[in-house]
């Protein structure tokens, strides 16, 4: 008898079992059945709902618990690049909706990458200012001749560019060999980024024509990602990546669309650093000759296989959440904008950066930091010595390394450089230390331009207009730029449309650096009336600019 109940009872859980199971695939195909009947039904007029692209569900650790944040703002935006674009493309629409046509209208034009009113682009085989502005004698003058002491590199000496003397522990590939080149490695087997570095030397960062530095442009989009951690230092979240070969860039991920402009009240030190500003500046350093930014490309990363997945950084890898949006994010850690409320988020995981490709590390070209004299407060309320005194260009020069070489020259350059783009944030700059004074300044750090298009900070001009100085062939070439045939905005055009993320400046940033341009041919012009053109203008050519030959 106690057999039999004990059978029945095990009938009885089988029974439970097998109706539990059932009902489980009745729920699972009662949607489909009914969306095939629907579809089916002769009398239904409903088109069938369009397929939605397949996308794939993020991997994520097993110990990993998913945030899902009911607080997640989408302030200051999504990070696809494609905001900025169709805001671009209603802005070139001149409206929004309308007609019910207006959407298929909209979807057969070809997509406008500028604003309104923006010319349309020459056809390839006349757009040819950018080629034609390099032909130019005033970019053809050779620099003096290099001495061994004017490298920054010897690659026939003994230097042996081991990336361990970094201590990178990923300094090592896949098979455990150690990347070693040394003088007698031929320079056609260095990777990219490593003929970058051995080009530089005491005039320049890179030479007008160094192939390798579109190669490198190119590495820097299309490299694989194979480790990433947070930068220490800096306000706002900068990510370190290494590349395959080796190679590091430093990433800065998008926070603004092309359009949005820096808020009235915002204070120039808690303004947004924009991706695009590094890039575009970048292409305005080359076009103006300068050859002092590190290449910088454009890239749409995949945050979840290009960043979670290779990070060893456990501060940032926590940080990685999943809004209601079904959108994943992260915010990291730094001073400004690492909160929840400024997260950084894809569409799904895509998001858009800059990327800066890496100086030669510190144990191997140490560099010196400087203060900028024309620095600024950096306090809502106080004022600057340079703010409030006229004659203050005088006790500068007077002051080492200022009172003799080209150090005063060069801030002039840099004053240029950051007008045209409206950056107020120059507190530090670099040299490298090997070459004491008698160098370039290098200009990083570039993400707080093209903020405002609709307004022009007069006082990035003041070192300008306090020291009246200014290189001849600075001068000229900017002359050079505010040329109808060789106009700066469309110099910028051309060669931002290079980038893999075009377009990069919304078109009245373009319009804005002509109408800047102007003013400071205006300010030279003031200082040569007042002083005269040959206490202004310092003749830095070693030769007639109409004579010159082809550079090295």
Same mark, same amino acid.
């Given at each position: 008898?106690?057999?039999? #109940?004990?059978?029945?009872?095990?009938?009885?859980?089988?029974?439970?079992?097998? =109706?539990?199971?059932?009902?489980?695939? $009745?729920?699972?195909? #009662?949607?489909?059945?009914?969306?095939?009947?629907?579809?089916?039904?002769?009398?239904?007029?409903?088109?069938?709902?369009?397929?939605?692209?397949?996308?794939?569900?993020?991997?994520?650790?097993?110990?990993?618990?998913?945030?899902? &944040?009911?607080?997640?703002?989408?302030?200051?935006?999504?990070?696809?690049?494609?905001?900025?674009?169709?805001?671009?493309?209603?802005?070139?629409?001149?409206?929004?909706?309308?007609?019910?046509?207006?959407?298929?209208?909209?979807?057969?034009?070809?997509?406008?990458?500028?604003?309104?009113?923006?010319?349309?682009?020459?056809?390839?085989?006349?757009?040819?200012?950018? !080629?034609?502005?390099?032909?130019?004698?005033?970019?053809?003058?050779?620099?003096?001749?290099?001495?061994?002491?004017?490298?920054?590199?010897?690659?026939?000496?003994?230097?042996?560019?081991?990336?361990?003397?970094?201590?990178?522990?990923?300094?090592?590939?896949?098979?455990?060999?150690?990347?070693?080149?040394?003088?007698?490695?031929?320079?056609?087997?260095?990777?990219?980024?490593?003929?970058?570095?051995?080009?530089?030397?005491?005039?320049?960062?890179?030479?007008?024509?160094?192939?390798?530095?579109?190669?490198? &442009?190119?590495?820097?989009?299309?490299?694989?990602?194979?480790?990433?951690?947070?930068?220490?230092?800096?306000?706002?979240?900068? &990510?370190?990546?290494?590349?395959?070969?080796?190679?590091?860039?430093?990433?800065?991920?998008?926070?603004?669309?092309?359009?949005?402009?820096?808020?009235?009240?915002?204070?120039?030190?808690?303004?947004?650093?924009?991706?695009?500003?590094?890039?575009?500046?970048?292409?305005?350093?080359?076009?103006?000759?300068?050859?002092?930014?590190?290449?910088?490309?454009?890239?749409?990363?995949?945050?979840?296989?290009?960043?979670?997945?290779?990070?060893?950084? +456990?501060?940032?890898?926590?940080?990685?959440?999943?809004?209601?949006?079904?959108?994943?994010?992260?915010?990291?850690?730094?001073?400004?904008?690492?909160?929840?409320?400024?997260?950084?988020?894809?569409?799904?995981?895509?998001?858009?950066?800059?990327?800066?490709?890496?100086?030669?590390? &510190?144990?191997?070209?140490?560099?010196?930091?400087?203060?900028?004299?024309?620095?600024?407060?950096?306090?809502?309320?106080?004022?600057?010595?340079?703010?409030?005194?006229?004659?203050?260009?005088?006790?500068?020069?007077?002051?080492?390394?200022?009172?003799?070489?080209?150090?005063?020259?060069?801030?002039?350059?840099?004053?240029?450089?950051?007008?045209?783009?409206?950056? $107020?944030?120059?507190?530090?700059?670099?040299?490298?230390?090997?070459?004491?004074?008698?160098?370039?300044?290098?200009?990083?750090?570039?993400?707080?331009?093209?903020?405002?298009?609709?307004?022009?900070?007069?006082?990035?001009?003041?070192?300008?207009?306090?020291?009246?100085?200014?290189?001849?062939?600075?001068?000229?070439?900017?002359?050079?730029?505010? +040329?109808?045939?060789? +106009?700066?905005?469309?110099?910028?055009?051309?060669?931002?449309?290079?980038?893999?993320? !075009?377009?990069?400046?919304?078109?009245?940033?373009?319009? !804005?650096?002509?109408?800047?341009?102007?003013?400071?041919?205006?300010?030279?012009?003031?200082?040569?009336?007042?002083?005269?053109?040959?206490? =202004?203008?310092?003749?830095?050519?070693?030769?007639?600019?109409?004579?010159?030959?082809?550079?090295?």
């Amino acid at each position: 008898m106690k057999m039999l #109940l004990v059978r029945k009872f095990r009938v009885l859980i089988l029974m439970v079992f097998l =109706v539990a199971c059932t009902m489980h695939i $009745m729920i699972d195909l #009662l949607p489909r059945l009914e969306r095939r009947g629907t579809e089916g039904r002769p009398g239904c007029s409903c088109p069938p709902p369009a397929a939605a692209p397949p996308r794939a569900a993020p991997r994520w650790p097993g110990k990993h618990t998913l945030r899902i &944040l009911q607080d997640f703002s989408a302030e200051p935006g999504s990070n696809l690049s494609s905001q900025s674009r169709e805001a671009a493309e209603r802005a070139a629409g001149g409206g929004g909706g309308g007609a019910a046509g207006g959407g298929e209208a909209a979807a057969a034009r070809p997509r406008r990458l500028m604003n309104p009113g923006a010319p349309r682009p020459p056809p390839p085989a006349a757009a040819a200012p950018l !080629a034609a502005l390099f032909q130019h004698p005033l970019y053809r003058a050779a620099l003096p001749p290099l001495a061994e002491g004017d490298l920054l590199f010897n690659v026939n000496s003994d230097i042996r560019f081991n990336p361990r003397a970094a201590e990178q522990p990923e300094w090592q590939n896949e098979d455990n060999e150690e990347f070693l080149p040394t003088g007698e490695t031929s320079i056609d087997s260095y990777p990219n980024w490593l003929k970058f570095h051995i080009g530089i030397n005491r005039y320049e960062l890179y030479s007008r024509h160094n192939p390798a530095i579109e190669a490198l &442009l190119q590495d820097l989009v299309s490299q694989k990602i194979t480790s990433v951690a947070m930068k220490s230092g800096g306000t706002q979240l900068k &990510l370190i990546m290494t590349f395959q070969n080796y190679g590091q860039a430093l990433f800065k991920p998008m926070k603004q669309t092309r359009e949005q402009e820096t808020p009235p009240d915002f204070f120039y030190f808690s303004d947004y650093e924009r991706h695009n500003a590094e890039i575009a500046a970048f292409h305005l350093d080359r076009i103006l000759d300068f050859r002092r930014v590190p290449p910088v490309a454009g890239r749409l990363v995949n945050m979840t296989r290009e960043i979670r997945d290779v990070t060893r950084d +456990k501060k940032l890898w926590r940080t990685f959440f999943i809004s209601p949006a079904n959108n994943i994010c992260f915010y990291g850690e730094c001073s400004y904008y690492c909160s929840t409320e400024h997260a950084l988020c894809g569409k799904p995981d895509q998001i858009e950066g800059s990327l800066a490709a890496f100086l030669p590390d &510190l144990s191997l070209a140490k560099r010196k930091t400087w203060r900028n004299p024309w620095r600024r407060s950096y306090h809502k309320r106080k004022k600057a010595e340079w703010e409030v005194d006229p004659d203050y260009c005088e006790e500068v020069k007077q002051t080492p390394p200022y009172d003799s070489g080209t150090r005063i020259l060069d801030i002039m350059d840099m004053t240029v450089f950051d007008f045209l783009m409206g950056n $107020m944030d120059r507190h530090h700059y670099e040299t490298f230390e090997k070459f004491g004074n008698e160098t370039f300044i290098i200009h990083l750090d570039n993400g707080r331009g093209f903020g405002k298009y609709s307004h022009d900070e007069l006082s990035i001009l003041v070192p300008l207009n306090q020291c009246c100085r200014i290189r001849k062939s600075t001068y000229l070439r900017l002359q050079l730029l505010a +040329k109808e045939e060789y +106009k700066l905005s469309l110099l910028m055009k051309e060669s931002l449309l290079k980038d893999k993320i !075009a377009p990069i400046l919304y078109q009245p940033h373009l319009e !804005a650096m002509d109408r800047r341009l102007r003013i400071v041919l205006r300010a030279v012009g003031d200082c040569i009336e007042k002083d005269g053109y040959d206490n =202004v203008v310092e003749n830095d050519f070693n030769t007639d600019v109409n004579t010159v030959t082809t550079e090295r």
